[in-house]
């Protein structure tokens, strides 16, 4: 929660009720969209929408479009069609297209017929793009150029419609058929002799997007070239608008946001936390629970197999949760690693036997370090008197072969998984920390007593 926004709010609240509009609207004209939006977001929806019909109409957009989407529609609902239609028209076109694709179909239908046909082809065209694809980032408020003008008329043009423009700092040089044939930075043309062609000043190499790639390749392909707005083309290279980084940052935070829910055993919250249901929020955690407690159960039958060797050694089953716990330890670790490095490019299916060799030999040394801990505890264990054994020194040696090989194992298996679900065209991400240490829970026991009972000769 914003503090600011606390304490504004209720000084807002009382100039609504009061009917001062003019001090309503100073006091938010003065303010960034971003507080705008914080500040409203507390009122009631009816006092919002009023506060909305008086701020500027470029703010009004812009504070509108930092709202949840919830919350866009009530105050939608609140301010009635006419002013809606205001409202929709001062939003930029990917934002707008957003908040309609949220909104019950025949709410949006009603309010894109009352755009005006411009607004409303430009809006349909957006939504005419598959969900996260990159066509629903895009905006068409650029500046384009022609190669032939002038640097002269380039400026003169930039200033004419660079203020309807998302951006100035890039603008897009088109030929006669609306192909993108390259981008400049406004720095080479406010620098260039304005006598020049802006021609000469081209270098005819550009990065652009397709309008139909995934938005996670948006996001990509800023950071791989270093820039905050790339041009989106179609399939014959005609320029249909840009991406800016501020529309590519929500992606990301998304993205990231589910990533990091399934990593923790949730599937994705379609609202944000506070705002989602307790129905909603049992059944998203409690399908991944039960299908959990399934797999976890898989390892009573495991211990009821080996009945015979527990009974015979109580210490066995003393350190039952000391071993499984390594083994979901070091498999989460190398499962979160791979995960993130996969997301970030840095692995690559491809790669799969550098990952195994390398996670083998991670495995083996750390699995020898964790065994030569695990015989330390069998000694500690019988000196203390806690389970004394007729042959500490023997246990001990299998306790240490059989978390070696946990260990390794657990390391390959989180490792592995990953690279194949990424092979498979699946969101690695769905190898979540409970599931890697379920299903090494489930193998580890099988190890351990396995090797207990070799070792042993029980």
Request: hydrophobic share 50%.
């Amino acid at each position: 929660m914003n503090p600011t926004a606390e304490l504004l709010h209720v000084e807002v609240r009382e100039l609504i009720e009061s009917r001062r509009y003019r001090e309503l609207r100073e006091a938010l004209g003065t303010m960034p969209p971003f507080d705008v939006a914080a500040v409203l977001d507390l009122l009631e929806p009816t006092e919002a929408a009023v506060a909305f019909r008086l701020l500027p109409r470029e703010l009004a957009g812009e504070a509108f479009a930092e709202l949840e989407s919830d919350r866009q529609q009530e105050i939608i609902e609140a301010l009635g069609d006419r002013a809606a239609r205001t409202m929709l028209q001062s939003m930029d076109p990917d934002d707008r297209a957003a908040l309609l694709d949220e909104m019950p179909t025949e709410a949006a239908t009603r309010l894109i017929n009352q755009l005006h046909p411009e607004d409303r082809a430009v809006t349909q065209q957006i939504l005419g793009y598959p969900e996260e694809s990159i066509g629903r980032l895009m905006t068409p408020d650029y500046v384009r150029l022609r190669p032939e003008w002038t640097i002269a008329q380039a400026l003169d043009h930039i200033r004419r419609y660079g203020h309807d423009a998302e951006t100035v700092h890039w603008v897009y040089v088109i030929d006669g058929k609306g192909k993108l044939i390259d981008d400049l930075h406004i720095r080479s043309i406010l620098l260039a002799d304005p006598d020049a062609t802006v021609a000469s000043i081209m270098d005819n190499s550009y990065q652009a997007l397709s309008a139909t790639d995934d938005q996670e390749h948006a996001a990509r392909a800023m950071l791989d070239y270093d820039r905050t707005v790339l041009p989106v083309v179609d399939s014959k290279g005609v320029l249909l608008g840009i991406v800016t980084i501020d529309d590519v940052a929500d992606v990301v935070e998304e993205e990231a946001t589910e990533d990091i829910q399934m990593l923790g055993g949730v599937e994705a919250l379609d609202d944000p936390y506070i705002k989602t249901g307790l129905w909603e929020m049992l059944r998203k955690r409690g399908v991944p629970l039960s299908f959990l407690f399934v797999g976890q159960s898989i390892t009573i039958a495991v211990l009821g197999s080996f009945e015979e060797a527990l009974a015979a050694y109580l210490i066995l089953a003393m350190l039952v949760p000391l071993i499984i716990s390594c083994g979901g330890n070091s498999g989460t670790q190398a499962a979160s690693l791979l995960i993130r490095s996969i997301a970030l490019r840095e692995v690559s299916p491809r790669q799969w036997k550098v990952v195994f060799v390398r996670e083998i030999a991670t495995g083996a040394m750390l699995g020898l370090f964790l065994g030569v801990l695990g015989f330390a505890t069998v000694q500690l264990v019988h000196a203390v008197g806690m389970a004394r054994t007729e042959d500490p020194m023997l246990i001990g040696l299998a306790v240490a072969i059989a978390l070696t090989a946990i260990v390794t194992w657990a390391a390959i298996l989180g490792s592995m998984l990953p690279l194949l679900l990424e092979r498979l065209k699946l969101d690695p991400a769905t190898i979540s920390s409970p599931l890697v240490a379920t299903l090494m829970d489930i193998s580890g026991i099988l190890i351990y007593l396995g090797v207990a009972t070799a070792v042993l000769a029980i």
